[in-house]
């Protein structure tokens, strides 16, 4: 079964600065889709940002982006120039392209961003 | 604009109760899910549903059953509610392909006492 890991249970970035949040993953699979989703306090789920594990450039979106890093299995999201309405609790998530069996996605356990003003 | 819509963002009920949560989307996705999601252990999959009458077990079903009658709307149902089901239940829907967005509810949060 894949697993995803969040070291990072929180961090704090000053506002307008850059802040890179963490995330590695266990697999047995070449192929799967990585993504990053957001919870404001609104409990709201928003996907920030996805990425397919064949192709090797790095998903932008906007001032966000991914430090993917197959060998490795990492794959860590870096905001730039922090904004207040950043704030929330991300969660890194893995889905198999293969399926089968439960299917859907798996979610590390979370980090919760502070932005300082 | 997809919407999924979860009938209650707020919900306590006692111990040994039948406790239905609904959830409904307006977008014609395949495919709908229900997680938990506890402080310190993120989402985990309770049941997904791929069409209409399927339903594929997630990693935490025990205590838990699910309904979809209709493509629209996917119901977890609690048996018999116990006070380690107090949580956060959040629905989710997509299309099929497997790089899909997920789509989620604003989540009830249910207390059992």
Known sequence: AQTVTQSQPEMSVQEAETVTLSCTYDTSESDYYLFWYKQPPSRQM???????????QNATENRFSVNFQKAAKSFSLKISDSQLGDAAMYFCAYRSVSGGGADGLTFGKGTHLIIQP | ??????????????????????????????NMFWYRQDPGLGLRLIYFSYDVKMKEKGDIPEGYSVSREKKERFSLILESASTNQTSMYLCASSLVP????????QGTRLTVV
């Open chain 1, 46 to 56: 928003i996907l920030v940002i996805r990425q397919e594990a064949y192709k090797q």
């Open chain 2, 1 to 30: 604009d997809v919407k999924v819509t979860q009938s209650s963002r707020y919900l306590v009920k006692r111990t040994g109760e039948k406790v239905f949560l609904e959830c409904v989307q307006d977008m014609d996705h395949e």
């Open chain 2, 98 to 105: 497997r790089g899909s967005e997920a789509f989620f509810g």
